[in-house]
């Protein structure tokens, strides 16, 4: 690994040294040194950050202090040769020579399949929608972040993200925003509703700019490989409408993104999300947060986001369940009275106010 070490001059660092030599200066290195003491007060040992590994990059940073904060890239795990079609992280379209890997009934692969048929999506599209949607759904939240809500699949390219959470997060409708509606958008839409039924009538693709996206009730928001700063304006828009949402941040941008003071220590991207995820607890939002397959993308982190106010409403429904079920044993066993106390879950309220 390149350590450009402070002090070292222009001609003492030759080629691709000089250039990121250029990223560390004295000052930089002292102010370092400050960030590391001030991030020994954040605890990073909380499991909220397990995921995300957090205590091996600070090893690895303290190890390495010297190494300029930005250029440090993360690594796509990379399986098989490039041309390899079992290689998930490909830009190149799925085609009927992939048709032999979605054999099975599973949804997965049926989807797989009928996206086949095109011939103009990504592998990685595919995979990292299908993972992302996963995510969400296997997340410890409450179910109603996804169930019976809008998917707004902000710079959502084709909109995969939001119409796979229709077709298995059981969201309501799909509404995917992006400047540009890319060519092919309406078309693979079109495809999918056709071989899946469920998705016909739900889905819009919308040109418009995230930065005029006007409130949305019932929203949850996803944000995939939303570049730089626009993960941040998605971050805006779920604060301020308080929806959850569902962020796959990239292109950590250090002039636009906020690194707060833990640049240093942890690395520009990484300090860019962490401060995102600060910024989350602190307008009361649980977070969960996990990663995808590194073979898939390198730019991987998800956060799954949502206002703490559902974790209540999900507590209410829990126990109306529980007292509901209750009753129902209690009027088995014959225990009238314990039913009676049990009923207005269960009774229309005319008959309860009668008894
Ligand atoms: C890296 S792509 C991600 C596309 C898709 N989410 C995916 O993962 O395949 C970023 C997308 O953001 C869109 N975009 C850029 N600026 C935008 C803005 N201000 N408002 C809405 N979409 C924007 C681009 O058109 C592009 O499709």
Redesign the pocket.
Known sequence: MLVARAGATPSALKGGAFRHARNVTPSALTSSQQARADSNAFDFSDATWHPWNIQATLTERSRNPDVSPWTVPRQLVTRGRPNDRRRRSSRGPLTSRDRAMFASQTMHDAVARSLIELECVPRK?FH?SWSVVSRALDASCPSSILNGRCAVD?????GL?GQLAVLLGGARSALC????VPKYGQMIHAHLANDFPQLAGRVRLHGE???TLSSHPHAVLFG????GP?TDLIIDLALSWRAPVVLVP?CHDKRQCDGGNLVNTLGGPLAVDVTRVRRLLDAHYGVQLSELDSDITAQNRVIVAWPREHDNARQAQEDQKESASDAVKDEDQGCVGAALKNAPSRLPALSWSRL
């Open positions: 599209e990292e902000v710079c959502g390219g084709h993200v925003v992006d400047v540009r700019k995230l930065e995939v490989h939303a570049c626009l990239c």
